[in-house]
Structure formats: structure tokens, C-alpha cells
Nanobody, 122 residues
């Protein structure tokens, strides 16, 4: 069994900062991509940022320059540092990981966290 547990959400004023963390635990052989998605009420879930096992990153245009993703491969964790937050960043943020649980069979499955609420007040 694999679990992704997020922490760090909350209420912040516009212009403020928050740091989200996500830890993967359980039977894990390897993790490729890890990332964060978000979903605001009435909207589809959208990519915020993703990072490969080698450290390559990709960000949504709406967050570039304000948000940084990082990971610790030894600890199976991924963090999201969010600065200069805007009210439109308000959403539930979900951690994502592509996980290979065993050496064999060698395939990756998608796993998701339960979500953490981020609310940015104007």
C-alpha cells in the first residue's frame, strides 16, 4: 500500500507565502515524476508544477516566477514553495506521484494525496 500525505495548506493574505509538503510512504521501489495539481470550485484539476526524478521541472504559466517545486529522493518527499500568492491561487492542492512499487513488475502507477486547502484572501 502507498500513501501520499500532504501538509502545509491554510489561509494567507494576498502577497503572502505558503509551503506545501507531501510525503510518500509504503512499499516503494522507485518514483519518477512528482508534482502538484490544484482544483478550484467549478474548475477542472490543473497542473501547478511537476518535477522529475532527475530534477527537471515544469510549471503552469500562471505560477511561473512565484512558485518553486523541489523534492528529496531519499525521503520520497516533494515540496511546493508558494510566494506572492494571489486570490486566484485559492484551491485544493493535490500531491501526485508516479510510483513503481516493486522491482518486478516494472511499471508505474499514479498515486494522489487527499488534498490540502489553500485560501488566499484579498
Amino acid at each position: 500500500q502507498v500513501q501520499l500525505v500532504e501538509s502545509g495548506g491554510g489561509l494567507v493574505q494576498a502577497g503572502g507565502s505558503l509551503r506545501l509538503s507531501c510525503a510518500a510512504s509504503g512499499t516503494i521501489f522507485s518514483i519518477n515524476a512528482m508534482g502538484w495539481y490544484r482544483q478550484a470550485p467549478g474548475n477542472q484539476r490543473e497542473l501547478v508544477a511537476v518535477i522529475s526524478s532527475g530534477g527537471s521541472t515544469n510549471y503552469a504559466d500562471s505560477v511561473k516566477g512565484r512558485i518553486a517545486i523541489s523534492r528529496d529522493n531519499a525521503k520520497n518527499t516533494v515540496d511546493l514553495q508558494m510566494n506572492s500568492l494571489k486570490p486566484e491561487d485559492t484551491a485544493v492542492y493535490y500531491c501526485y506521484a508516479g510510483i513503481q512499487r516493486y522491482r518486478y513488475p516494472a511499471y508505474f502507477q499514479e498515486y494522489w494525496g487527499q488534498g490540502t486547502q489553500v485560501t488566499v484572501s484579498s
